[in-house]
Each structure stands twice: as structure tokens, then as C-alpha cells.
């Protein structure tokens, strides 16, 4: 059984980074497939940000449209983590992070929930203004 541990998070005034770090139990090559989730009180947890790896060293990300060009998501050397670095954060990007993984390749990132058979607990980000 695969698990992911989510850390990292914390508190950051607006316009402040944050890198939050998702590490699995074992080197397991097969979860082609990682993500970064949030959920804000009171909404749905919400796609931000994944990883997927098609063949060799071809690998593909996707964005949400509310942190493009301010999130990045990488995956360690030996596929055992994967990182998202935070900048220029806002109060709105305040949430429970939550990583996913799955084992699938492929050449487009999923973004709904139901994709990812592995999930973290998340580790709380909070942006104050």
C-alpha cells in the first residue's frame, strides 16, 4: 500500500513563498501519474497543479488557471517525491494541500479527484494579508 506524506506548510503573508514537499513510503517508479490538490474552507478540494510521466524522461505538467505562472511542480530524481513551490502567494490561496498519485502514464494531466487512487492527510497553508 503506497503512502504519501505531505509537508512544508505553514504560514506566509501575501506575497511570501512557500515550497510544500510530498514524499511516498517506498521508491515506487510506477506512480507515473502526482498531483496537488487544496481545499479553502467551506469549497470543494480543487485541482492546482500535476505531474505525468509518458516514457523515459517525457514528463508533462498542468496548472490551475488561478496559480499559473506563480506555482511550480516538480518530482524528485528517483520519482519518490514531488514538490510544489508557492510564490507570490495570496490570502485566497489559504487551503488544506493535499498530494495525489496514481498509477498511470500518459501525456495529459488529470485534474478530477476520482483519477488518484493515493492520497496524503495535506498539510495546512495559510496566506495572510
Known amino acids: 500500500q503506497v503512502q504519501l506524506a505531505e509537508s512544508g506548510g505553514g504560514l506566509v503573508q501575501a506575497g511570501g513563498s512557500l515550497r510544500i514537499s510530498c514524499t511516498t513510503s517506498?521508491?515506487?517508479?510506477?506512480?507515473?501519474?502526482m498531483a496537488w490538490f487544496r481545499r479553502a474552507p467551506g469549497k470543494e478540494r480543487e485541482f492546482v497543479a500535476g505531474?505525468?510521466?509518458?516514457?523515459?524522461?517525457?514528463?508533462?505538467?498542468q496548472y490551475a488557471g488561478s496559480v499559473k505562472g506563480r506555482f511550480r511542480i516538480s518530482r524528485g530524481n528517483a520519482r519518490d517525491a514531488v514538490y510544489q513551490q508557492m510564490n507570490s502567494l495570496k490570502p485566497e490561496d489559504t487551503a488544506v494541500y493535499y498530494c495525489?498519485?496514481?498509477?498511470?502514464?500518459?501525456?495529459?494531466?488529470?485534474?478530477?479527484?476520482?483519477?488518484?487512487?493515493?492520497w496524503g492527510q495535506g498539510t495546512q497553508v495559510t496566506v495572510s494579508s
Open positions: 517506498e521508491r515506487t517508479f510506477r506512480l507515473y501519474s
Open positions: 505531474i505525468v510521466w509518458s516514457s523515459g524522461s517525457v514528463y508533462y505538467t
Open positions: 495525489a498519485a496514481a498509477e498511470r502514464s500518459g501525456t495529459v494531466v488529470i485534474t478530477h479527484t476520482g483519477y488518484y487512487a493515493y
